[in-house]
């Protein structure tokens, strides 16, 4: 199990954490993280496919609608650009600003290696070393990627509980993710509240779990939760100061064009394959899916992704389309950016 990222600060090393003793450390942790990746990737597309297709999905391809897929790579496109311009805006926050094509590139590089790390935390530090090496200090650098984060989840989150209502929770999974997103919820909620009534108390709590010399993984989490949090609250000082708080606006307003973009390719893609539902309700179910997929320990929520999809698109996708729908819905929303970013990760990693 990969440790969870230390937070950073404004005098933090180019990579947060201790440095690798040789390159060979980290060639071979991304060779077996990629192995990972890539075997349960493979694994959950043969057994979505091998338990769905039948004679109709030779006749289903047949009736492929390739305008549709098309307008999906155009989503795809579109969601990549307006993410990379919400990450160029909120560079404006700090000294050194981005461009949108050298934003796509650190989060692209960012899918690859969360795609090969547990729980998907192994995006930071490259990002951060990346952002270093075109003069973003690591405490602006790891404010400005945070708040990326934070806009994202926090309309899913905000919109989940309304997404679930109108589409009703009669599903046994629709249930479990709903309840799920409910707990996560709750519980950030009473972090922020404790953050203000109790700060003292929170403090004290993550110096005493610091202390530990060999922390098991609940408090590795515990730890890591409470200095991303206060991370959070600094990079949202930053944010809020009166020059960079039209940035957080545009950058807001560029997260909710980004989200319809992202989960507008769930309906296409659909509607691709010669199926063609309620395409609000094929969006709020992908909806509800991602808000639960950065919580999920597998590298890239891979093997967990797809079956989640397979078994809440089985409402509204025919069966003998459904393990092509999956396999199609993995490489549009995440499998594309990971395999991109995995080539810039590795030209980065070579010039290190």
């Not at 990222?5 to 040789?22: I, K, S």
């Not at 391809?61 to 390739?66: A, E, G, M, V």
Request: glycine share 10%.
């Amino acid at each position: 199990m990969a440790e969870l990222p230390e937070a950073a600060g404004p005098d933090a090393p180019l990579l947060p954490g201790p440095e690798p003793t040789g390159p060979s450390i980290t060639r071979r942790a991304i060779a077996r993280g990629v192995r990972i990746f890539v075997f349960l990737g493979i694994a959950a597309a043969v057994v979505v496919i091998a338990l769905t297709a039948s004679r109709e999905t030779l006749a289903g391809l047949s009736r492929i609608k390739w305008y549709w897929l098309l307008a999906t790579v155009g989503l795809w496109f579109a969601a990549a650009g307006l993410d990379g311009a919400r990450l160029a805006v909120l560079s404006r926050a700090s000294e050194h600003r981005m461009g949108v094509l050298p934003s796509i590139e650190v989060i692209f590089v960012g899918y690859f290696m969360a795609a090969i790390t547990p729980f998907q935390v192994g995006g930071l530090p490259l990002q951060l070393y990346i952002m270093n090496r075109w003069g973003i200090s690591p405490g602006k650098a790891s404010a400005v990627l945070l708040m990326r984060g934070v806009l994202f989840y926090v309309l899913l989150f905000a919109a989940a509980p309304i997404v679930a209502l109108r589409l009703g929770v009669s599903n046994i999974l629709l249930k479990v993710l709903t309840g799920y997103i409910s707990v996560i919820i709750i519980a950030g909620c009473a972090l922020i509240l404790a953050s203000f009534a109790f700060p003292a108390s929170l403090n004290a709590l993550r110096n005493r779990l610091a202390l530990k010399p060999r922390p098991g993984f609940v408090r590795r989490c515990i730890l890591w939760g409470l200095r991303e949090f206060e991370e959070f609250t600094g990079g949202l000082s930053l944010f809020l100061r009166g020059h960079n708080l039209k940035h957080l606006l545009l950058a807001t307003g560029l997260t909710v064009l980004c989200i319809v973009a992202l989960f507008s390719m769930s309906a296409t893609l659909l509607a691709g394959l010669g199926v063609h539902p309620n395409a609000l309700r094929a969006i709020g179910l992908n909806l509800l899916l991602t808000s639960v997929l950065l919580f999920v320990p597998t590298p890239g929520a891979s093997g967990v992704a797809e079956a989640g999809a397979a078994g809440l698109y089985s409402m509204i996708c025919p069966r003998y389309m459904l393990g092509i729908y999956v396999v199609l819905w993995r490489l549009f929303s995440f499998y594309g950016g990971a395999i991109i970013g995995g080539i810039l990760a590795l030209r980065h990693l070579s010039r290190r």
